[in-house]
């Protein structure tokens, strides 16, 4: 079983601040199983970024993913007021199953 | 416009029953694999259990075998959950969510969910 860990819990920053979010596996999995979701308190999760590096739909381009084998990492270039949020990397693996991260808040400095 | 409407959540005690039920729109509903995505009060995403298209393939997280079945009407566009032996630990908001498979595996819409508490 692949465990999904997040760095940091939280991370506190200000609007204009770049945020770096750092996922890990537990082992080496495909680029294209690992994906980033977005949520704010009471709303549903909201896709931003899949196959680690591709932007959904209508994401802003200050949002950006990296990274392969263990470790992949979220970029938001310059924090918007709006962007302050819980934000979760998924894993897939062939079972199938899914695995999230325990998330990362991001909050206001 | 895609759109995931949850409902059936509730109160119930331990030991009991519930069916949840997502009614989808907006998308050809029989072509794409779907998912529940339950969070806890304050916790992370757990996925619960995923269906394929024609309803052939279920899988489920471990913690919720035997007890729960995921299940789909493709002709009324709608997944369910049916829930039973019900747990405190099952507490959570429930999402229904359409899932993307390859090349690429995740969630791209997600319903509003629906509460569900289980009271000891």
């Known amino acids: 079983e692949i465990v999904v860990t997040q760095s940091p819990g939280t991370l506190s920053l200000s609007p204009g601040e770049r945020a770096t979010l750092s996922c890990r596996t537990s082992?080496?999995?495909?680029?294209?199983?690992l994906a980033w979701y977005q949520q704010k308190p009471g709303q549903a999760p909201r896709v931003l970024i899949y196959?680690?590096?591709i932007r959904d739909t209508g994401i802003p381009d200050r949002f950006s993913g990296s990274g392969s084998g263990t470790d992949f990492t979220l970029t938001i270039s310059r924090l918007e007021p709006e962007d302050y949020a819980v934000y979760y990397c998924?894993?897939?693996?062939?079972?199938?199953?899914?695995?999230f991260g325990p998330g990362t808040k991001v909050d206001i400095k | 416009e895609v759109q995931l409407v949850e409902s059936g959540g509730g109160l119930v005690q331990s030991g009991g029953s519930l069916r949840l039920s997502c009614a989808a729109s907006g998308f050809t509903f029989r072509s794409y694999w779907m998912s529940w995505v339950r969070q806890a009060p304050g916790k992370g995403l757990e996925w619960v259990a995923n269906i394929k298209q024609e309803g052939s393939e279920k899988y489920s997280v471990d913690s919720i075998k035997g007890r729960f079945t995921i299940s789909r009407d493709n002709a009324k566009n709608s997944l369910y959950l049916q829930m039973s032996s019900l747990r405190a630990e099952d507490t959570a908001v429930y999402y229904c969510?359409?899932?993307?498979?390859?090349?690429?595996?995740?969630?791209?819409?997600w319903g509003q969910g629906t509460l569900v508490t289980v009271s000891s």
């Open positions: 969510a359409r899932a993307r498979s390859y090349p690429f595996y995740y969630f791209d819409s």
């Open positions: 082992q080496s999995v495909s680029s294209s199983y």
């Open positions: 196959g680690a590096s």
């Open positions: 998924q894993h897939y693996d062939n079972s199938p199953q899914f695995t």
